[in-house]
């Protein structure tokens, strides 16, 4: 290398002169060959180093002194100073005057350096500093290089707030920064916000990256109605790439002490997690011990794929007196179950599985409104295979056996048989499918005293046609392209008429009717009831597709069935169908702008002239965290409700978050939220009540405040979760995720 303005041939004569005794000069360059260096000093193989300057001198095996704009370069570090003292033989320099030094993406300046560049030992006096993970920048009195990638700051500060943004910082006597294992250790620290001291701890780490980390986790400080203040702080145990565990003492003002902990595993072929919480005699509930218990586990063995999924709590009222991870569950039926499930390839043109199925229910109960206890069952085995193009057919088999059991009711074993032959006949814009099949159920009763009935049986024939056509033509709304389709569908049954009165009912109901309801074969879920038919159900769809990207923009349809027989097969205490057609099923979704996309449901009933269904909702969202939620769901005589949820900024840097799900039919608040976010660029500040009915006349409410030091700690209660689920679209205001706007389902 030559200084500028220098010719190479001068930059030639240069080493050569270096390599021999001596050399000096001004506005030069030197290139130190690490193969001119004797053998006995070499130990490893040296990068070759470069130094420019106003004025240079020194000897090849000895030292080079740089005075006047000194810069010095390796393969990773680049160091500049008003005077630098290279020594080769100990591979160590030392640098006065506005130093400045670079390295792997981190800049370090202070007044005075001295290191080692093999053992990468050394000291920076007054220093400030930036590291290239997270912003991260300070300052201190004395900066030490430790070893390759560690660092110690002795009376430093550490924050991750922009240069000339002190709104935050670390202060500690000690502060260990180790690059290797990615975190910081703070001894006699103290957490200093817009200039006050808000937390001092005699030690405290925290990441210096993204990566995982063993070590306390921010403290948890809340406050519920029923649990007065709470205050927990977790500690996270980085067991292995694949695993972890987070142990949480949990102080709960009015009650005691909660001790939480959840393990979570990831392997090749199994993955899962277990969280436990344990509340000894709870202060609040006549001093019992309270528990709750969720265990998820998936695996695959060869072909088989395992699962189980099992959930307990000590009493049916541990959700709506404690505030825990675990209530993202059922607050009223919680599973114990496993699954086991088998496919594989039947024939050329086919597949089959096998699943087996054992499930258990713990029904936690409101004394206000009580519940039947669903069956368990123990166990459920179930054969499905379908095998295509057998002469022109497809032939399908669905099966399975259910031993059902409760304390209170019938039991029984259930064997259901259900093969079927259909002859699919399809062009590029029409098909037509008739089919045919035989559904045949079996029961065994188990005798008791109080059970009726007995042992039987139930084969009922099933027809049934399906077809459907597909129109599309180009079009232009509004100077835009579109294309248009119209899609026209047909479902004609048949099923005679079977007297199933005998028969226990274990699992039937009647269906919810919708677009993928109505087009089915029975009127009931289940396998316990099958619908007597001669019915039509007829439906249209229409949609506006972008024809450069398919994305569909606007989709609108109708769907009614028609009957042609009176109902007979019914529900117990259920009345039979009246009419001769069901309700009119309705539905308008689409974009409506950029920003904007809405829907329209609705079921409106032709007998008695009225809407019996209607749902309404839409979506504006310009931007990342501004968005707008409406929505309006009412079913007669059972629901009626207006739900609006929001995150929009209010002023320079706050937001608003907000949601109300108002019950009308009740005239109360099922849901609400009220809340405000500030973010101050490296920090972010939430306030969030949340209040939410838990039971029949009870309602648990709890208030959230959070403070995030960006990169480092969350201090206070965690409002995250409850913001996604109760604002749809809701963004991190300190973490942008695109504009990207998501569908209303």
């Known amino acids: 290398m030559h200084p500028t303005g220098l010719p190479p041939l001068g930059a030639l004569v240069l080493l050569m002169l270096a390599a021999e005794t001596h050399a000096a000069g001004s506005g030069l360059g030197l290139k130190l060959d690490p193969r001119l260096q004797p053998p006995a000093l070499t130990g490893q193989e040296k990068l070759p180093v470069f130094i420019e300057a106003d004025r240079l001198q020194g000897h090849q095996d000895r030292d080079f002194e740089a005075q006047g704009n000194a810069r010095f370069r390796t393969r990773d570090k680049a160091l500049f100073a008003d005077w630098l003292l290279y020594k080769s033989a100990e591979d160590e320099v030392e640098a006065t005057g506005n130093v400045r030094l670079e390295q792997k993406g981190d800049v370090f300046e202070g007044t005075r350096l001295k290191l080692n560049l093999e053992t990468e030992q050394g000291y920076l006096q007054q220093p400030t500093f930036s590291l290239s993970e997270q912003g991260a920048r300070g300052d201190a009195k004395e900066f030490v290089f430790v070893g390759e990638n560690r660092y110690r700051v002795d009376q430093g500060r550490y924050t991750t707030c922009g240069p000339g943004q002190d709104d935050w910082f670390i202060r500690a006597r000690d502060l260990d920064l180790d690059k290797n294992t990615d975190i910081g250790t703070a001894r006699d620290a103290s957490v200093v916000f817009l200039g006050r001291p808000i937390l001092y701890t005699p030690w405290m780490d925290f990441p210096l990256s993204q990566n995982r980390k063993s070590g306390f986790l921010s403290p948890t400080i809340a406050t519920s109605g029923k649990s007065g203040p709470e205050f927990s702080i977790p500690y996270y145990w980085n067991?292995?790439?694949?695993?972890?565990?987070?142990?949480?003492?949990?102080?709960?003002?009015?009650?005691?002490?909660?001790?939480?902990?959840?393990?979570?595993?990831?392997?090749?072929?199994?993955?899962?997690?277990?969280?436990?919480?344990?509340?000894?005699?709870?202060?609040?509930?006549?001093?019992?011990?309270?528990?709750?218990?969720?265990?998820?586990?998936?695996?695959?063995?060869?072909?088989?794929?395992?699962?189980?999924?099992?959930?307990?709590?000590?009493?049916?009222?541990?959700?709506?007196?404690?505030?825990?991870?675990?209530?993202?569950?059922?607050?009223?039926?919680?599973?114990?179950?496993?699954?086991?499930?088998?496919?594989?390839?039947?024939?050329?043109?086919?597949?089959?599985?096998?699943?087996?199925?054992?499930?258990?229910?713990?029904?936690?109960?409101?004394?206000?409104?009580?519940?039947?206890?669903?069956?368990?069952?123990?166990?459920?085995?179930?054969?499905?295979?379908?095998?295509?193009?057998?002469?022109?057919?497809?032939?399908?088999?669905?099966?399975?056996?259910?031993?059902?059991?409760?304390?209170?009711?019938?039991?029984?074993?259930?064997?259901?048989?259900?093969?079927?032959?259909?002859?699919?006949?399809?062009?590029?814009?029409?098909?037509?499918?008739?089919?045919?099949?035989?559904?045949?159920?079996?029961?065994?009763?188990?005798?008791?005293?109080?059970?009726?009935?007995?042992?039987?049986?139930?084969?009922?024939?099933?027809?049934?046609?399906?077809?459907?056509?597909?129109?599309?033509?180009?079009?232009?709304?509004?100077?835009?392209?579109?294309?248009?389709?119209?899609?026209?569908?047909?479902?004609?049954?048949?099923?005679?008429?079977?007297?199933?009165?005998?028969?226990?009912?274990?699992?039937?109901?009647?269906?919810?009717?919708?677009?993928?309801?109505?087009?089915?074969?029975?009127?009931?879920?289940?396998?316990?009831?099958?619908?007597?038919?001669?019915?039509?159900?007829?439906?249209?769809?229409?949609?506006l597709l972008d024809p450069q990207t398919g994305i569909e923009q606007v989709r609108v349809g109708v769907a009614q069935r028609f009957h042609f027989k009176d109902q007979e097969v019914t529900l117990p205490g259920v009345p039979a169908r009246t009419g001769t057609a069901s309700d009119i099923l309705a539905a308008l979704s689409g974009r409506l702008t950029r920003d904007l996309v809405a829907e329209v449901g609705v079921q409106y009933n032709t007998e008695f002239s009225q809407t019996r269904k209607l749902a309404l909702g839409a979506r504006y969202q310009p931007d990342v965290g501004k968005v707008l939620n409406v929505g309006y769901r009412m079913t007669r005589g059972i629901l009626e409700n207006v739900d609006v949820s929001a995150q929009w900024p209010i002023a320079r840097g706050w937001s608003g978050v907000g949601r109300m799900n108002y019950s009308l039919r009740d005239s109360r608040i099922a849901e609400g939220l009220a809340g405000v976010e500030y973010n101050g660029g490296c920090w972010v500040v939430r306030l969030v009540s949340y209040n939410v009915a838990v039971g029949t006349g009870e309602a648990s409410r709890s208030i959230f405040l959070q403070l995030e030091l960006n990169g480092v700690a969350k201090v206070g209660s965690n409002p995250l979760e409850v913001l996604r689920q109760n604002i749809s679209g809701y963004t991190k205001i300190n973490e942008p995720q695109g504009s990207i706007l998501p569908p209303l389902r």
């Open 239 to 543: 067991i292995a790439p694949n695993r972890d565990a987070t142990f949480t003492p949990h102080i709960l003002a009015k009650r005691g002490l909660m001790l939480g902990t959840e393990f979570r595993y990831l392997e090749p072929t199994y993955d899962g997690e277990l969280r436990v919480e344990a509340l000894p005699n709870d202060r609040n509930f006549d001093g019992q011990d309270r528990y709750a218990g969720f265990v998820r586990h998936r695996q695959i063995r060869g072909p088989w794929t395992f699962l189980v999924n099992a959930q307990k709590v000590s009493d049916d009222n541990y959700f709506r007196d404690l505030s825990t991870q675990i209530q993202a569950t059922s607050l009223t039926l919680l599973p114990r179950e496993a699954h086991a499930v088998r496919g594989g390839a039947l024939g050329q043109k086919g597949h089959w599985t096998l699943s087996g199925f054992v499930q258990r229910w713990q029904t936690l109960q409101d004394p206000r409104a009580p519940i039947t206890p669903p069956y368990d069952r123990l166990p459920q085995i179930s054969l499905v295979t379908n095998s295509y193009d057998v002469a022109n057919t497809d032939i399908n088999f669905t099966g399975s056996y259910v031993d059902f059991d409760h304390p209170t009711l019938v039991n029984a074993r259930r064997f259901v048989a259900y093969p079927s032959i259909s002859a699919p006949l399809q062009t590029s814009f029409a098909y037509l499918t008739p089919k045919v099949g035989l559904h045949y159920t079996r029961y065994d009763i188990e005798n008791r005293p109080s059970t009726r009935l007995t042992n039987a049986s139930r084969s009922v024939p099933i027809f049934s046609t399906e077809g459907g056509m597909v129109f599309e033509r180009n079009t232009t709304i509004r100077g835009r392209n579109y294309l248009q389709t119209l899609e026209p569908k047909l479902l004609y049954v048949y099923v005679p008429y079977r007297n199933q009165n005998n028969l226990p009912n274990f699992e039937s109901g009647l269906t919810d009717i919708n677009f993928a309801s109505i087009f089915s074969e029975n009127l009931f879920s289940g396998q316990d009831r099958i619908s007597d038919a001669n019915q039509l159900t007829m439906g249209v769809t229409s949609r």
